[in-house]
């Protein structure tokens, strides 16, 4: 598989959307749907990757938080595509996204078991996030978008 990320442009796309970022990020813990769903959506920039069947595997989300940072937020992969290439085209796809509305800092919140991914990418960590579900340790994680980028390589995740 060569990830390519894209945004989503039909309704379809957006219901499969919400349901991969449900299903991934919130469903494990028992949340109902809506709990994968904020009043960001309408400004926020968002993307998917498809597998070779046009079958959404993976998400993620960029809104701006002041006039210098966004966050990215609510990314996931469909399991069985993980280590693929997915998540680094997302986060690729992101922060051209921010970087196109002038914006030169990012920040996320990582789970801990995903800190290791976004260092690769150039993010560091910069503090504690929050613990979602009383459960999920996050990371607070920071990236300079003026700095020089690791290579853009495909299917090094």
Same mark, same amino acid.
């Given at each position: 598989m060569d990830?390519?990320?894209t945004?989503p ?6 219901a ?12 494990p ?10 009043? @960001?959506?309408?400004?926020?920039? /968002? +993307? ?5 069947e046009? $079958? =959404?595997?993976?998400?993620? !989300?960029?809104?701006?938080v002041?006039?210098?940072s ?7 992969v469909?399991e069985?595509?993980r280590?693929q290439?997915v998540?680094?085209? @997302?986060?690729?796809?992101?922060? /051209? +996204?921010?970087?196109r509305?002038?914006?030169r $800092? =990012?920040v996320?919140?990582? !789970?801990?078991?995903v ?19 009383h ?8 990236k300079?978008?003026?700095s020089?980028?690791?290579s ?6």
């Open positions: 990830p390519l990320a945004a442009r039909s309704p379809g796309d957006f499969a959307y919400f349901e991969l970022r449900w299903r991934v990020l919130r469903a813990w028992g949340e109902p749907p809506g709990a994968a769903f904020d009043e @960001l959506e309408d400004e926020a920039d /968002h +993307a998917i990757v498809r597998n070779e046009g $079958r =959404i595997v993976g998400v993620g !989300r960029l809104h701006a002041d006039d210098a966004a966050q990215v937020r609510f990314m996931g469909d069985r595509y280590s290439g998540g680094r085209a @997302l986060l690729v796809y992101l922060e /051209h +996204a921010a970087m509305r002038g914006l $800092r =990012i996320l919140n990582a !789970r801990s078991n800190v290791g991914f976004y260092e690769k990418l150039g993010y560091r960590v910069v503090g504690d996030g929050p613990t979602f579900f459960a999920v340790k996050h990371l607070r994680m920071e300079d978008l003026s020089p980028a690791p853009s390589g495909q299917n090094h995740d």
